[in-house]
């Protein structure tokens, strides 16, 4: 089963489990520390929006909601920016926290350097950052890419996407407006070359036959003057010879 596939599967799950829960406080707590800390998934804007959730808004258990808005668009660095007033996150959530902390990173930029992934991943060594590239990003299938030891850097070749940020949306409506004009156009462009080149065909075959039939008019004419040009052998003619011969 693909990465996205599985991911979709355990979106639906959550989603159902969620919207089940509609007076449940604090098993919608657990349901989002469950969420958070699943080894396979990295989108949460979905279980986000179920109504049900709403429902945590000025209870106890109203910081479990801020930790799912975390992880649906935040990072390690926003985290530790505000971990005053989040809860302590387990073991689990912090690397799932630092694995789309990466992913971030990547939208921004394909060539990310070790300093700066140490900085914002809080990781001490190269060894350590290399090792949790390898085996909790790359192993896990969110992004492809090449380490680069001598240049310091990580160089990305794919990056699993992430939730789009509510501000975001206007943004990305525009792009993809922008994307089916010009492909409209472009499309426009190919059918009127498809166009030309018919056309262009068209005329090709005609100047072929064109040129076909003058050479066969050509060899028509040249037959008939042959035969015209060509001496004919009458019986006095041969008699005469015949006589010559004698003499």
């Known amino acids: 089963m693909d990465m996205e596939r599985r991911q979709s599967e355990i979106i639906d799950d959550f989603v159902k489990r969620a919207a089940a829960l509609y007076d449940a406080a604090p098993n919608l707590a657990g349901l989002i520390l469950e969420a958070t800390a699943h080894p396979f998934l990295f989108a949460f804007s979905e279980i986000l929006s179920v109504p049900s959730l709403a429902r945590l808004k000025g209870t106890q258990y109203s910081s ?99 939730d789009l940020r509510p501000e975001q949306l206007d943004n990305m409506i525009q792009t993809l407006n922008n994307w089916s004009g010009t492909s409209d156009n472009l499309l426009h462009m190919i059918q009127e070359k498809i166009k030309w080149a018919d056309t262009m065909s ?22 008939k003057l042959n035969t015209l040009s060509r001496p004919t052998c009458t019986y006095k003619a041969t008699e005469r010879s015949f006589l010559n011969l004698e003499e």
């Open 64 to 162: 479990s909601l801020d930790v799912l808005r975390l992880f649906a668009y935040g990072t390690w660095s926003d985290y530790k920016r505000n971990a005053g007033c989040l809860p302590v996150l387990l073991p689990d959530q912090v690397r799932k926290l630092k694995q789309l902390s990466v992913l971030t990173l990547a939208e921004i930029e394909k060539v990310l350097s070790y300093d700066h992934l140490m900085e914002e991943l809080d990781v001490s060594n190269v060894r350590e950052l290399e090792d949790f590239l390898i085996n909790e990003c790359m192993y896990v299938g969110i992004v492809r890419g090449k380490l680069d030891q001598s240049r310091r850097c990580f160089e990305v070749q794919f990056a699993a996407g992430r």
């Open 202 to 223: 068209e005329a090709n075959k005609m100047h072929r036959k064109e040129i076909v039939d003058k050479v066969e008019e050509v060899k028509k004419s040249l037959k």
